[in-house]
T-cell receptor, first 115, second 110 residues
């Protein structure tokens, strides 16, 4: 049973380009969370999705950032027109959604570097 | 400010000693979770304690929760060099989204 997968693991973009980060949940998991970690900081919640629905995007910047979790395929976090301040590690975490199974399992992260 | 704040920020101990890390938070929670992160890696879930629980054990880990003081502690007994990592507490309040502290850097000297 594969764990949470994220790709790419490392991504380098120039200012103004687009970044697409992918997250494949563990088998049987239908809840996806995206977090961002700046150097020497804890993780900050960005967005919570279930299949085809955004449940909570209160941590997502209002501009340039979007997320989706389609019926088929991975969840995608998209950052348009990247700026240097977007450089960070982006983690997704997934859980099953079954009762009393609150544990979130994290992927290895995508480290985005904006030049 | 952070929902979860760990202390100390850094801890250095000798192999075999116990390590105690504390976490305080501000609002009511559904549960509190502790994670470990090795340098440059993802997070590994260690233990979850629900708001109606006071203490939980898992191997060499012991976690306590005091909801009246809004605090938790993580104890690692008989530490090993491999325990060297950053440790984060995270609180689950709404929709299971987690709010993390800044973490504690634990160094275990062989």
């Amino acid at each position: 049973n594969a764990g949470v997968m994220q790709n790419p693991r490392h991504l380098v973009r120039r200012r103004g380009q687009e970044a697409r980060l992918r997250c494949s949940p563990m088998k049987g998991h239908s809840h996806v969370y995206w977090y961002r970690q700046l150097p020497e900081e804890g993780l900050k919640f960005m967005v919570y999705l279930q299949k085809e629905n955004i449940i909570d995007e209160s941590g997502m910047p209002k501009e340039r950032f979007s997320a989706e979790f389609p019926k088929e395929g991975p969840s995608i976090l998209r950052i348009q027109q990247v700026v240097r301040g977007d450089s960070a590690a982006y983690f997704c975490a997934t859980r099953s959604g079954r009762e009393h199974q609150e544990t979130q399992y994290f992927g290895p992260g995508t480290r985005l570097l904006v030049l | 400010s952070q929902q979860g704040e760990e202390d100390p920020q850094a801890l250095s101990i000798q192999e075999g000693e116990n390590a105690t890390m504390n976490c305080s938070y501000k609002t009511s929670i559904n549960n509190l979770q502790w994670y470990r992160q090795n340098s440059g890696r993802g997070l590994v879930h260690l233990i979850l304690i629900r708001s109606n629980e006071r203490e939980k054990h898992s191997g060499r880990l012991r976690v306590t929760l005091d909801t009246s003081k809004k605090s938790s502690s993580l104890l690692i007994t008989a530490s090993r060099a491999a325990d060297t990592a950053s440790y984060f507490c995270a609180t689950d309040t709404t929709n299971s989204k987690l709010t993390f502290g800044k973490g504690i850097t634990l160094s275990v000297r062989p």
